[in-house]
């Protein structure tokens, strides 16, 4: 289902969600059973697994890739130009993975060039600016180790 008030212009499987006031441009990868929210964009250059969520407000930039079963909570920030300047010609994109099984909490900042391992999870209200290591727990500003997630 793609909202009449989302300007989807990548293919999106029929099991996939993208609700209102989404951008989705044309060469993004979106996979089967997805969520996106509302108020999402998401850049060419953008590779989305199979049964991700992708919660309101997030903006998902060339060079992001979120494997199967990755969960983005509401606002959350990526970026990918470790050195933003207005109308910078050098600039240069850096590439950030969200391995399968991951958690994003709300309101977290991830730093480009960053790689956050299989079913982590990162607290809401976190900055990342290192990669975090598979089935762990960070959280705070900057994300920190609290502790290794048994399920």
């Not at 989807?8 to 996979?31: E, M, R």
């Amino acid at each position: 289902m793609i909202h009449p008030l989302s300007e989807c212009k990548a293919y999106v499987p029929d099991s996939t969600n993208v609700w209102q006031f989404c951008v989705v441009l044309p060469q993004a990868t979106i996979g089967e059973n997805c969520n996106i929210c509302s108020h999402c964009f998401i850049e060419n250059e953008v590779n989305i697994g199979n049964n991700v969520t992708v919660k309101s407000g997030v903006q998902l930039w060339d060079g992001i890739t979120l494997e199967d079963n990755v969960f983005i909570g509401a606002n959350v920030t990526f970026t990918n130009d470790r050195y933003p300047r207005s109308k910078n010609e050098k600039w240069q994109k850096e590439v950030t993975i969200v391995r399968r099984g991951a958690s994003v909490g709300a309101g977290s900042t991830i730093l480009c060039g960053i790689e956050i391992g299989e079913n982590a999870m990162i607290g809401a209200g976190s900055v990342v600016t290192k990669n975090v290591p598979a089935g762990e727990l960070w959280l705070g500003n900057p994300a920190k180790f609290i502790r290794r997630i048994t399920e």
